[in-house]
C-alpha cells in the first residue's frame, strides 16, 4: 500500500494529519474502482464505508419519484463522500454515481469508528468537512468545473482533429492551461492520462463516433461532451453517448450541441437536441463564434442578464451599447420581459443600428398596449404586441440564434419559472411579456404562462448555473418605476379619457405592472451577478413608452461605469478575443 500513502499525502483532506494516522488509514482502507455511470450507492441504503474520491468525479442525486431529480453535488478528487450518513447512522439521503472512471478508498465502518478515536487529527478533518458541505451546500457546483472535454464529431466530413487543434490555440489565448488528445487507437494507461489531467485546467479528447477502444475510453472519462453535427444531417437514434452500463447516469452528463453551418439548412437543430439530449446549443457562423466556444470551454464566457421593466428597459440598449464599444464580448444572454426582447434582439445578430431602429418602430412610434379592450382577461387584445413580434422576429427559432439565448416566462399554475431554451422565438417572448391583467396570457401544453418577472424578473440564478464565467446584470426595476402622484385622487374613467385620449395607457397599466415586477429587492440573490448594473433611469416610468433616448442614454452611463470599475476582470477575455 505505500502507493496509497504516497496518493494519501498530496490530498487536501488528509493534507494536515501526521504519517501514523495515513498509515493507519492505508492499512485499513481497500482500492475500488468505479466505471463512469456505475452507483457507487442508492438513496435509502444503509451507509456501511467511508470513500475517499481518488481520482475521477461523482456526483450526487436526490432522486424524486413524483418529479425531476435533483444534482445535490459532485464529488471532486481528494474529497471524502458518505460521511454524513456513516456519521449519523441514518440511510443514505441521496444516490451517487461515477461521472467518469473513478478510484476511490473504501474505509469500513467499524475501523472509521476506531480511527476517530484513535487519531484527533482524522476526527477533525473529517469534522470540517462535514460542517464546510453544511454550511455551503452549493459549493461544489462552482468548484468542480469540468475538465475533460469530448468533442465528438457525427460524420465523417469532420475533421474533428483539426478543430480540436484549433480549439486548444484559442482557448490558451485566454492563459488557460490547455492540451488535447487527437483521435488514436488505443488510450492512454490511467496513470498517465492522470498526470495529464492533473498537469491541466482542460482536456480535449478527438473522437468519431464508432465502437473503438479509444471512444469507449472517451464515454467514460469526459466531463462534458460537445457533439459536432452538421446541419444537414440527422441524427442516429438512439445516440451512443454511453455505455449501456452507464445509462442510468447519462442524464447528469452535460452535453452541448455545435451545429456546424455547413451543407444546406435543414431546420433539425431541435431533432439534433432531443436525441442527445443538449442542455445547450452553440451555433458555429464564424470566426467569432469558434472564439466564443473556447471561452465556454475555458470557462471565460460572459453571460449577459436583462431584467424586466417595462419602458425603462430601453436602458438595456444603451448598455449593450458600451459593452460593444468596450470590445466586450456577449456569449450567453437571457432575460425576462422587456429584458427578453432586446436580450434576443442581440442573440439574433442585429448590429446597434438595427436594433435600436427596430424597437423604435415595435415600441417607441406608438403605444404597443393601445388595443385596449374591456377585460375578461386582460385590459388590451394583446394583438398590437403579436404583430410586432412577428413583423420583427417572424419564424426565427431559438436553437438557431447566433448567441445562446434563453428567456423566463411564469407558469401561474404552479407558481414555477418556466425557462425557453429552443422553439419559436416570438412565442417565448409573447409569453415572457405578457404581464397579468394587460396582456393575456399564453397556453403551452398544460401550462398558463405570464410575464417572466412575476416569478424571476432577473435570472441571474439560471444564469451562474448556464456558464462558468462572468455573469454580467442589469436591472431596471429595483426602484423609481412608478410615480406615486398618479394615485393621489385620481380621476374618473370618462374624465381620464377626456384628458388623455384612447391612445393613453392610463395609471392602471402603471400599477398592474409594478404589482408583477414588485419583489425583495434588497435580499441578496442566492447566485447573484459578478458584476451588477442598475441604472436608475430618471423620470421614466413602466409604461412611458415614448421616452427612448433618456432610458437609452441612462443605460449607457451606468454600463461605462460598471466596466470601468471591473476592467482588471474584464481585460484578459477581451485581450484573448483580440489575439
Given at each position: 500500500m505505500d502507493a496509497v500513502r504516497s496518493r494519501l499525502r498530496n490530498l487536501p483532506f488528509f493534507a494536515g494529519l501526521s504519517a501514523a494516522t495515513i498509515n493507519d488509514i492505508a492499512d485499513a482502507s481497500h482500492w475500488l474502482s468505479l466505471a463512469g455511470g456505475w452507483e457507487l450507492y442508492a438513496q435509502g441504503s444503509i451507509s456501511d464505508a467511508l470513500h475517499i474520491n481518488l481520482t475521477g468525479r461523482l456526483i450526487v442525486v436526490r432522486e424524486n419519484p413524483d418529479g425531476p431529480d435533483e444534482v445535490v453535488g459532485y464529488v471532486r478528487s481528494g474529497e471524502p463522500v458518505g460521511e454524513m450518513s456513516l456519521l449519523s447512522g441514518e440511510a443514505h439521503s441521496a444516490s451517487v454515481y461515477a461521472l467518469r472512471d473513478t478510484e476511490l478508498l473504501s474505509i469500513?465502518?467499524?475501523d472509521v469508528d476506531r480511527l476517530i478515536k484513535a487519531h484527533g487529527d482524522f476526527a477533525a478533518a473529517l469534522a470540517r468537512t462535514v460542517l464546510a458541505r453544511a454550511r455551503h451546500p452549493k459549493a461544489s457546483f462552482q468548484q468542480s468545473a469540468p475538465r475533460i472535454f469530448a468533442v465528438i464529431a457525427t460524420s465523417p466530413s469532420i475533421d474533428v482533429d483539426a478543430r480540436v487543434k484549433e480549439l486548444a490555440r484559442r482557448i490558451s489565448k485566454y492563459r488557460v492551461n490547455v492540451t488535447y488528445y487527437?483521435?488514436?487507437?488505443?488510450?492512454?494507461?490511467?496513470?498517465?492520462?492522470?498526470?495529464?489531467?492533473?498537469?491541466?485546467?482542460?482536456?480535449?479528447?478527438?473522437?468519431?463516433?464508432?465502437?473503438s477502444s479509444w471512444y469507449r475510453f472517451v464515454l467514460r472519462h469526459a466531463d462534458r461532451f460537445l457533439v459536432l453535427a452538421r446541419r444537414d444531417s440527422r441524427p442516429s437514434k438512439p445516440f451512443p453517448l454511453t455505455a449501456e452500463d452507464g445509462a442510468r447516469a447519462r442524464k447528469f452528463r452535460l452535453v452541448d450541441l455545435v451545429m456546424l453551418h455547413e451543407g444546406t439548412h435543414s431546420g433539425r437543430t431541435a431533432e439534433w437536441m432531443e436525441a442527445i439530449g443538449a442542455s445547450r446549443v452553440i451555433n458555429l457562423h464564424t470566426d467569432a463564434c469558434i472564439d466564443r466556444l473556447a471561452r465556454i470551454i475555458g470557462g471565460k464566457s460572459i453571460g449577459l442578464v436583462l431584467s424586466g421593466g417595462g419602458a425603462r428597459a430601453y436602458a438595456h440598449i444603451g448598455a449593450v451599447k458600451a459593452m460593444r464599444e468596450a470590445g466586450v464580448p456577449i456569449d450567453f444572454l437571457c432575460g425576462a420581459s422587456m429584458g427578453a426582447v432586446v436580450a434576443a434582439c442581440v442573440a439574433i445578430g442585429w448590429p446597434q443600428a438595427e436594433m435600436e431602429r427596430r424597437i423604435r418602430e415595435g415600441f417607441v412610434e406608438s403605444n404597443p398596449l393601445g388595443d385596449h379592450v374591456l377585460p375578461v382577461v386582460a385590459l388590451t387584445r394583446g394583438g398590437r404586441v403579436e404583430t410586432r413580434l412577428e413583423q420583427h422576429f417572424d419564424n426565427a427559432l431559438i436553437e438557431n440564434l447566433a448567441t445562446p439565448f434563453f428567456c423566463v416566462s411564469s407558469d401561474i399554475i404552479n407558481g414555477a419559472v418556466h425557462i425557453h431554451n429552443q422553439g419559436l422565438l416570438r412565442r417565448a417572448l409573447r409569453a415572457s411579456i405578457a404581464l397579468p391583467g394587460i396582456l393575456p396570457p399564453v397556453i403551452d401544453d398544460h401550462a398558463l404562462l405570464v410575464d417572466g418577472a412575476v416569478v424571476n424578473n432577473f435570472p441571474t440564478d439560471i444564469m451562474t448555473t448556464t456558464h462558468r464565467g462572468l455573469t454580467i446584470g442589469v436591472d431596471v426595476a429595483r426602484e423609481g418605476v412608478i410615480d406615486i402622484e398618479a394615485f393621489r385622487d385620481p380621476p374618473g374613467f370618462f374624465t381620464w379619457i377626456a384628458n388623455n385620449g384612447f391612445g393613453a395607457a392610463p395609471p392602471i397599466i402603471s400599477l398592474l405592472m409594478r404589482s408583477a415586477t414588485a419583489r425583495r429587492e434588497h435580499v441578496e440573490a442566492p447566485r447573484p451577478a459578478d458584476i451588477m448594473v442598475t441604472p436608475s433611469v430618471p423620470g421614466v416610468e413602466l409604461r412611458d413608452w415614448k421616452k427612448y433616448d433618456a432610458a437609452v442614454m441612462d443605460g449607457y452611463r451606468e454600463m461605462k461605469a460598471a466596466l470601468e470599475k471591473h476592467w482588471s476582470d474584464l481585460a484578459p477575455i477581451i485581450a484573448g478575443a483580440n489575439r
Open positions: 469500513p465502518r467499524d487527437p483521435c488514436t487507437e488505443e488510450p492512454p494507461a490511467t496513470s498517465a492520462f492522470d498526470l495529464v489531467e492533473n498537469a491541466h485546467d482542460v482536456v480535449l479528447l478527438a473522437a468519431r463516433v464508432d465502437h
